[in-house]
């Protein structure tokens, strides 16, 4: 696989080849405290995680480091369930969390968010994701990843730009 730079408004998706990490980044018209409110806050998280077809229900969200989360993304072809442990939560700077997806419970990933404030109400997403494999980086590539990923933070700058 090649790396892929994709630019939808501010979205880049750095795919390097013969890797096991992913990087995205992504700017927003909101400063990092409401992007990061956004990140940690499950009744915000639901309403813009994922593609516009799917609808999210939170079974369990603890965003304290040590903390968990659990929840259902849902459309008309089924539910999947995805979980993980927060293994670090630092206000308005950076997440560390590991992610599960259920039907592919042995293929975890660690994912790196940080919040960088550019000054004039922006703040500039990084997140880097490590999977245990270049096969399961390149199958969650596969899935259709970035297209989820596009429309969920279209849908997150929407809630920031009315002041979620």
Same mark, same amino acid.
């Given at each position: #696989?090649?790396?892929?730079?994709?630019?939808?408004?501010?979205?880049?998706? +750095?795919?390097?080849?013969?890797?096991? =990490?992913?990087?995205?980044?992504?700017?927003?018209? =909101?400063?990092?405290? !409401?992007?990061?409110?956004?990140?940690?806050?499950?009744?915000?998280?639901?309403?813009?995680?994922?593609?516009?077809?799917?609808?999210?229900?939170?079974?369990?969200?603890?965003?304290?480091?040590?903390?968990?989360?659990?929840?259902? =993304?849902?459309?008309?072809?089924?539910?999947?369930?995805?979980? &993980?442990?927060?293994?670090?939560?630092?206000?308005?700077? $950076?997440?560390?969390?590991?992610?599960?997806?259920? &039907?592919?419970?042995?293929?975890?990933?660690?994912?790196?968010?940080?919040?960088?404030?550019?000054?004039?109400? $922006?703040?500039?997403?990084?997140?880097?994701?490590?999977?245990?494999?270049?096969?399961?980086? +390149?199958? #969650?590539?596969?899935?259709?990843?970035?297209? &989820?990923?596009?429309?969920?933070?279209? !849908?997150?700058?929407? #809630?920031?730009? =009315? &002041?979620?």
């Amino acid at each position: #696989m090649t790396t892929t730079d994709t630019d939808y408004s501010t979205l880049k998706l +750095d795919v390097p080849d013969g890797s096991q =990490a992913l990087s995205i980044t992504r700017d927003f018209a =909101a400063s990092p405290d !409401k992007v990061f409110r956004a990140h940690t806050d499950p009744e915000l998280f639901v309403k813009w995680c994922g593609p516009d077809t799917i609808t999210n229900r939170i079974r369990e969200w603890d965003a304290t480091t040590g903390g968990h989360w659990s929840y259902l =993304a849902s459309d008309d072809n089924g539910e999947y369930g995805f979980f &993980g442990s927060f293994h670090e939560v630092r206000e308005n700077e $950076r997440i560390v969390q590991t992610f599960t997806f259920e &039907g592919f419970p042995d293929a975890v990933s660690l994912e790196i968010l940080r919040l960088t404030d550019l000054g004039d109400g $922006r703040t500039r997403l990084n997140s880097t994701s490590i999977f245990d494999s270049v096969e399961s980086r +390149d199958g #969650m590539v596969a899935s259709g990843m970035e297209h &989820g990923i596009r429309e969920g933070y279209d !849908k997150l700058e929407r #809630m920031l730009a =009315a &002041g979620l």
